[in-house]
């Protein structure tokens, strides 16, 4: 009789200790949605991550009988980035982390999953488990940033632009292409990009990029405007983006919803009004930390202005000014280097 493969999952988290609560929110959803995989192997790079964040998650990790859980000691990783001079993401280095400890890990199988914390996974995973690559490194899904970005990277308006925020790795061919060393080299030469590992991504991988199903990084974007207005204003349209009936079938039963949208709260805040709030409630209340206070929503002016003006003005407004601030920041770029060459 032949045997059966295994069913075998790994997963890479990363954080600080402050968004500890955020990932075990998105991995109590992973491990719900996923009790008929044989294996879920979870790898937490966490940046000086407490004692007690640490043994939550050990506790969340241990009422799964087909989990496991390992940290990953990312200290040599940031060592690594200080010393490249590598430019932090809102001060800090949690975002590049991935990019170097990917060539540690000791998996089972040929692939990894990147998840970042802002996830709800609301169904089973088992579909990413014999996706085939097609030679490529890695597997993304579009980004649902204005198209006008790209040429801040120096894409083509036509090329596809792509969300890390869920990143299936070939690990295989990561390992046999050394490609960490790869990013490494890259880093040592330029890494101020606006949207950090993400652009990085666009730029290094180009054309070696697999597009994945919306249904695995749906933004919750799509829940906070019409699909249509988003696609119109941010100029998104085939073949660099989904059609709107790809995201229309997804709308109601995506596998997993990506929480980009932030403008009235993040969705694990309290008192925030964001679309898909119900659902972090739910996973929240199985983890942990269920009996402790989460940060309460900020309101500002944009909150304010979201529920008082029509949506298609507001959008409009929107990215008119994620527009300006791009402009801002390639203005700021140009005249350092102008002034290095100096």
Same mark, same amino acid.
């Given at each position: 009789?032949?045997?059966?493969?295994?069913?075998?999952?790994?997963?890479?988290?990363?954080?600080?200790?402050?968004?500890?609560?955020?990932?075990?929110?998105?991995?109590?959803?992973?491990?719900?949605?996923?009790?008929?995989?044989?294996?879920?192997?979870?790898?937490?790079?966490?940046?000086?991550?407490?004692?007690?964040?640490?043994?939550?998650?050990?506790?969340?990790?241990?009422?799964?009988?087909?989990?496991?859980?390992?940290?990953?000691?990312?200290?040599?990783?940031?060592?690594?980035?200080?010393?490249?001079?590598? !430019?932090?993401?809102? /001060?800090?280095?949690?975002?590049?982390?991935?990019?170097?400890?990917?060539?540690?890990?000791?998996?089972?199988?040929?692939?990894?999953?990147?998840?970042?914390?802002?996830?709800?996974?609301?169904?089973?995973?088992?579909?990413?488990?014999?996706?085939?690559?097609?030679?490529?490194?890695?597997?993304?899904?579009?980004?649902?940033?204005?198209?006008? @970005?790209?040429?801040?990277?120096?894409?083509?308006?036509?090329?596809?632009?792509?969300?890390?925020?869920?990143?299936?790795?070939?690990?295989?061919?990561?390992?046999?292409?050394?490609?960490?060393?790869?990013?490494?080299?890259?880093?040592?030469? !330029?890494?101020?990009?606006?949207? $950090?590992?993400?652009?990085?991504?666009?730029? &290094?991988?180009?054309?070696?990029?697999?597009?994945?199903?919306? #249904?695995?990084?749906?933004?919750?974007?799509?829940?906070?405007?019409?699909?249509?207005?988003?696609?119109?204003?941010?100029?998104?349209?085939?073949?660099?983006?989904?059609?709107?009936?790809?995201? &229309?079938?997804?709308?109601?039963?995506?596998?997993?919803? @990506?929480? *980009?949208? /932030?403008?009235?709260?993040?969705?694990?805040?309290?008192?925030?009004? @964001?679309?898909?709030?119900?659902?972090?409630? !739910?996973?929240? $209340?199985?983890?942990?930390?269920?009996?402790?206070? *989460?940060? @309460?929503?900020?309101?500002?002016?944009?909150?304010?202005?979201?529920?008082?003006?029509?949506?298609?003005?507001?959008?409009?407004?929107?990215?008119?000014?994620?527009?300006?601030?791009? $402009?801002?920041?390639?203005?700021?770029?140009?005249?350092?280097?102008? #002034?290095?060459?100096?």
């Amino acid at each position: 009789m032949p045997r059966v493969k295994k069913k075998i999952l790994n997963v890479l988290y990363q954080s600080d200790d402050n968004y500890a609560v955020v990932s075990a929110i998105s991995i109590a959803s992973l491990l719900e949605n996923n009790k008929t995989l044989d294996e879920i192997h979870i790898f937490y790079c966490g940046y000086k991550l407490s004692k007690q964040s640490k043994d939550r998650l050990k506790k969340l990790v241990e009422k799964y009988p087909n989990a496991y859980l390992t940290f990953i000691n990312p200290n040599a990783y940031h060592k690594k980035l200080q010393k490249l001079g590598v !430019k932090p993401w809102h /001060g800090v280095y949690v975002t590049w982390l991935k990019m170097l400890a990917l060539a540690d890990l000791e998996i089972k199988t040929d692939r990894v999953l990147y998840l970042n914390p802002h996830t709800i996974i609301t169904s089973s995973l088992d579909g990413l488990l014999e996706l085939d690559f097609e030679k490529n490194i890695m597997a993304l899904a579009y980004d649902t940033l204005t198209n006008q @970005h790209k040429a801040t990277i120096g894409l083509q308006p036509t090329d596809g632009y792509y969300n890390c925020g869920i990143m299936l790795i070939n690990h295989k061919k990561w390992l046999k292409d050394d490609v960490s060393s790869q990013v490494i080299e890259h880093l040592s030469k !330029k890494s101020d990009y606006v949207i $950090a590992d993400q652009d990085l991504c666009n730029v &290094m991988f180009r054309g070696q990029i697999k597009t994945l199903d919306i #249904a695995y990084n749906f933004s919750s974007a799509f829940y906070a405007y019409r699909p249509q207005d988003l696609l119109r204003i941010n100029n998104l349209k085939q073949p660099y983006f989904y059609s709107y009936d790809e995201i &229309m079938t997804n709308y109601y039963s995506p596998k997993i919803i @990506h929480s *980009l949208y /932030g403008i009235q709260g993040k969705p694990w805040e309290v008192g925030n009004k @964001h679309p898909n709030r119900l659902l972090w409630q !739910k996973y929240f $209340a199985l983890t942990p930390w269920k009996n402790t206070e *989460l940060p @309460h929503a900020k309101k500002t002016l944009v909150w304010y202005l979201y529920d008082v003006l029509p949506r298609p003005i507001f959008m409009q407004l929107y990215i008119m000014a994620v527009e300006r601030k791009f $402009a801002e920041v390639d203005k700021e770029k140009t005249e350092t280097t102008e #002034a290095n060459v100096r």
